[in-house]
């Protein structure tokens, strides 16, 4: 019995060896699928829009407009419908819309937001102060969008857009899965609205759909527009002397 032990004994072990050769082969192989899942995911990540962060923008910009549009109407009333009949005086109407169209035709940070108001505060009527603000950034949109169809064509072109998209590197993205509805999200969004436009114009996003998706700019000015509050002093533009004396239309 002694002799015939050591033949099972040796192939027990060598059937254990074989086991864990088996299931150490098994492992390797599923090591890799679990390290690349949280890279895809990371990947998906960064080529969607960050939604909350947006939303938390949105919410924090409204409310800090409204707070400080309350402050200034009750501390400083005077001192505001002053100062933005002077800029308007100088500005006029024309400024007003040249100031909208570099800001929404050139991919830089600032906001033309406290123009709006003080057109308001100036005694404009909203329509007037919407309707210049809408032709400026819709001409705006048109601008970026033929500026960036030909960027691509130049010898420059790559990099300048590659250094376009490194600002929000998700918006090629969701230009290729959505095309001009892509730029409709992105011309609501809290971002300069030429990333959207310069984007669509170097895809080659189809024209008659990207003039129905650059309207969508539109509802954020009317937002804005519509909580200035009312204006100090009511201007009658049928009346051409008035409209003269303020905006300077004729200049």
């Not at 949105?58 to 400083?76: G, I, P």
């Not at 600032?110 to 505060?121: D, G, S």
């Not at 960036?148 to 072109?157: A, T």
Request: net charge negative.
């Amino acid at each position: 019995m002694g002799v015939d032990g050591h033949p099972v004994m040796a192939s027990s072990l060598e059937a254990a060896e074989q086991n864990l050769i088996e299931e150490g082969q098994k492992d390797n192989q599923r090591m890799p699928l679990e390290v690349d899942r949280p890279a895809e995911s990371e990947e998906a990540e960064e080529a969607s829009p960050p939604w909350k962060k947006f939303a938390l923008k949105v919410f924090v910009s409204v409310t800090l407009f409204l707070l400080l549009t309350v402050l200034l109407e009750v501390y400083a009333k005077e001192k505001v419908a002053w100062f933005s009949r002077k800029l308007m005086e100088t500005i006029g109407l024309p400024g007003l819309f040249m100031f909208v169209f570099a800001a929404d035709g050139l991919p830089q940070p600032f906001t033309y937001v406290p123009l709006i108001f003080c057109a308001v505060k100036a005694g404009l009527p909203k329509w007037v102060v919407f309707s210049v603000c809408a032709a400026a950034s819709y001409s705006a949109a048109l601008f970026g969008y033929g500026l960036g169809k030909c960027i691509r064509s130049l010898s420059c072109g790559e990099s300048l857009f590659q250094r376009l998209v490194d600002m929000q590197p998700w918006v090629p993205d969701l230009m290729q899965r959505k095309g001009a509805m892509g730029v409709a999200m992105a011309a609501m969004m809290p971002i300069p609205l030429a990333l959207a436009t310069w984007t669509a114009g170097s895809f080659r996003i189809t024209f008659w759909q990207f003039l129905i998706a650059g309207l969508f700019r539109m509802p954020k000015i009317l937002v804005f527009v519509l909580l200035s509050g009312p204006g100090t002093a009511h201007v009658d533009v049928s009346d051409a002397n008035d409209v003269t004396r303020l905006v300077h239309l004729d200049s």
